[in-house]
């Protein structure tokens, strides 16, 4: 049987009721409190205080506090006024018994809707939140086709922009070659009236001796004829050439192909543009004052750059290229192993701007950059086909088969793109 709390205390104002329950020695914790409308309860073994409340109260607006050795209760009252006494008349324990069993059931229905409305308000939350993440999916799937249709277009004029290029150089190739024919074909008629000339006058200079010389009889009477003839052999006819050696001194040059096949043009153009970009300072170096001596030269970021995409830190290596562009923008390497890097890190996007970045700069197209564009367009076109941009992929792929028309590897990629396009399998 647990032991009634007789000694507790209350007091009251016309809005709130206090009650002062002795906890007697037992720790907070163990305390058990409930409270209706009508009924309170506070059972902490082997102590029970309850009592049937003189009038009803706002249970959502009244609070317990513990502390001290005792419990307050601050009950908010649901009609204004003074209470005659704490509790109803002395009821009997089955009386009791009821508003025990009552309240507890109101509890409980109470305790039910509040979960039924906690389930409603967490369906709403849940759909809310739904809602709000296919629109972020459905905003990042538009900014996506966006993007990929801006590098469509953007690889669409550099192709076109590269095909009109083209046929300027071939245009202007044909008319420099069609001027050298034409050069030679005025040369050869020149020399050939000049052959016709000298040949006339020799003419013109044997008539005249012939006319000059009479006709001679030797001693027998018999005519030995014109005597120019012998003379003339013997006046055409050269000596032998001393013997002696020529000495013949050759132009040096920096790029090894022939002359005749090389674009002088082209490469004192290149020859200038990498000695300009090895030259070139951009103008925030002095943000960049605290770095050390060795971390303001781009050659040693190139280096610190590639030893750490060797070791598989692209992340690290893309920092290191960073700062070199910012040192100097001017070093198509750069963009050419950032793009790597992005690449495998599949930042797509920014493989394919720092590729185009690099074949930008690797301008004029000479044998001595012939390798980097390689890779250029090698790591472009990639890129392109991971965003699934296969015709554009294709196009890099081809450029680089001019570059390198003997490379198995690069015809085996480009023929197997060429299957994704048409819709084939590889083996038919």
């Not at 229905?109 to 939350?125: L, S, V």
Request: proline share 4%; net charge neutral.
């Amino acid at each position: 049987m647990p032991l009634l709390v007789r000694d507790y205390s209350w007091d009251q104002t016309e809005r709130q009721l206090f009650i002062t329950v002795p906890l007697k020695g037992v720790r907070a914790g163990k305390a058990d409190i409930f409270c209706t409308e009508d009924y309170l309860k506070v059972n902490f073994p082997p102590f029970l205080f309850e009592v049937v409340l003189f009038a009803s109260i706002d249970e959502s607006k009244s609070s317990a506090k513990v502390g001290n050795g005792v419990i307050i209760f601050t009950l908010c009252k649901k009609e204004l006024g003074m209470w005659e006494q704490l509790s109803t008349v002395e009821v009997s324990k089955e009386m009791l018994q009821k508003k025990r069993e009552g309240a507890i059931l109101a509890a409980q229905k109470n305790a039910q809707e509040t979960a039924e409305e906690k389930a409603i308000r967490k369906r709403g939350n849940e759909k809310y939140s739904l809602e709000k993440i296919m629109k972020i999916e459905e905003d990042n799937r538009k900014q996506i086709e966006e993007l990929k249709e801006q590098e469509r277009r953007k690889a669409t004029k550099e192709l076109e922009e590269w095909k009109q290029q083209k046929y300027e150089e071939e245009e202007l190739k044909r008319k420099e070659e069609l001027k050298k024919k034409e050069e030679l074909k005025i040369a050869r008629q020149k020399i050939e009236a000049e052959k016709r000339r000298r040949m006339r006058k020799e003419e013109n200079k044997m008539q005249n001796f012939v006319s000059r010389t009479p006709n001679q009889h030797s001693v027998t009477g018999g005519t030995t004829g014109n005597i120019f003839t012998e003379i003339s052999k013997e006046e055409i006819i050269p000596g032998p050439r001393p013997a002696g050696n020529i000495q013949i001194n050759f132009t040096p040059r920096v790029f090894p192909t022939a002359l005749r096949e090389s674009l002088i043009a082209e490469e004192e153009e290149w020859l200038r543009k990498q000695a300009e970009a090895r030259r070139a300072k951009n103008a925030n170096i002095a943000e960049l004052k605290d770095l050390k001596e060795e971390e303001k030269n781009p050659d040693w970021l190139k280096d610190k750059g590639n030893k750490l995409f060797a070791s598989g830190d692209y992340l690290a290596a893309i920092n290191a290229y960073n700062l070199g562009i910012q040192l100097n923008n001017k070093l198509p390497v750069l963009y050419l192993n950032r793009a790597a890097s992005h690449l495998k890190l599949r930042n797509l996007h920014k493989a394919i701007e720092d590729s185009s970045k690099a074949l930008d700069l690797l301008t004029p197209a000479v044998p001595d950059n012939a390798n980097s564009r390689l890779k250029a367009h090698i790591r472009r076109g990639a890129a392109f086909c991971e965003l699934e941009l296969y015709v554009e992929g294709l196009q890099d792929y081809e450029a680089a088969l001019k570059i390198d028309p003997s490379n198995q590897t690069i015809q085996e990629d480009a023929e197997k793109i060429r299957h994704v396009i048409q819709g084939t399998p590889p083996d038919s």
